[in-house]
């Protein structure tokens, strides 16, 4: 099962040859491909397995899951019909999931998912479509559904993908980050956005708080999800309205901590990496997140065996921020 850089004539002739395949590049390379088994999103950040990280426009990411894969089934899905995501797809297999950043579909999937009709009866992984740093706010991320040659900016794009006899996949993510031993931070109101935040039970302008506290928002706001560690990251320390923003949502009722100092990013990134103890003949898909890439400085790094594409986002069963997200296989 390849995981590498390509370039468009290299991914075409995978394409045409019948490969099973998960691609990630600049919008106008992805939109020269043949039809075929292939589901895509827009973003020219990776970590290849020989270059480390990289950033490039003329290159595609591919993950060739034929091995795994016995059938395949690519289906597009709205704001409204992402809540049957956990409902589809065959009994043995797991889904992979591409969300274009700022849509609608992002937006709905990050708010509701774990609402979800049957949410985490099968393993869904993916990651939010992005562009270039230099092109935010000029052009709009893209995914794409190989099977019918469609480009899409709201939808999801979703390839359901039932295993072949014999084999079993296994999600994972990384956070190298912790709760750390400040004030409990709770939210009224669930969303990407929030004025009042409420600190041990009394409720203020969130970013007055934030000034007040000089707190650093490379570091997320952490959450314990019944034994997972999940983040919210930081968008912006508040507007002229005070408002701050996300890159994920908050959740009324859940009791987040602002995240323990990490003294040496690149460091404590190398050592959980170790601790996993993951094969690189297992992991079959991986994804980590730009902010990881910008804060730990990943460009030109090797983060073997953990390759893939740099997202606006990461998907294990819901959206997740400044968290890596994996695939092993049996």
């Known amino acids: 099962m390849e995981q590498n850089i390509l370039t468009l004539s290299e991914v075409a002739e995978r394409i045409s040859g019948g490969k099973t395949l998960l691609l990630a590049g600049d919008e106008r390379l992805l939109a020269q491909l043949p039809k075929g088994n ?37 289906k597009a899905y709205d704001e409204n019909g992402l809540g049957q995501v956990y409902c589809e797809g ?9 969300i274009p950043a700022l849509s609608e579909a992002h937006h709905s999937f990050a708010v509701n998912a774990p609402n979800y009709k049957n949410f985490g009866a099968k393993p869904l992984v993916g990651w939010v479509a992005g562009v270039h740093l230099d092109d935010l706010g000029k052009i709009s991320p893209k995914v794409f559904n190989g099977k019918t040659g469609t480009v899409n900016t709201q939808n999801a794009v979703v390839m359901h993908v039932a295993l072949a006899p014999g084999k079993a996949v296994d999600v994972g993510i990384m956070n190298i980050f ?19 935040v409420v600190v041990n039970g009394v409720a203020e302008n969130f970013a007055v708080y934030i ?53 040496d990013y690149a460091k404590t990134f190398a050592d959980e990496m170790a601790k996993l103890g993951v094969s690189d003949k297992k992991v079959i898909f991986s994804c980590n997140c730009i902010l990881n890439f910008l804060y730990l400085g990943l460009e030109g790094k090797d983060t073997a065996p953990f390759v893939g594409p740099v997202t606006f986002g990461e998907i294990a069963y819901q959206l997740l921020n400044q968290t890596l997200v994996y695939i092993q296989a049996d």
Do not use: C
């Open 211 to 263: 000034a007040r506290k000089g707190l650093d928002t490379k570091l997320p706001l952490v959450a314990d999800y019944y034994g997972a560690k999940v983040n919210v990251s930081f968008q912006s320390a508040g507007d002229k309205d005070g408002v701050v923003k996300f890159y994920a949502p908050v959740f009324s009722g859940v009791r987040y901590k602002h995240a323990r100092p990490v003294e």
């Open 90 to 98: 065959g009994e043995n297999g797991f889904s992979v999931i591409i």
């Open 178 to 196: 912790d709760q750390g031993d400040g004030d409990i931070l709770t939210f009224r109101q669930d969303g990407f956005t929030a004025r009042e």
């Open 38 to 74: 292939w589901i895509g999103g827009s973003i020219p950040y990776f970590v290849a397995p020989l270059q480390g990280g990289m950033v490039s426009r003329e290159v595609i990411f591919s993950t060739d899951i034929s091995d795994l894969a016995a059938s395949v089934e690519i």
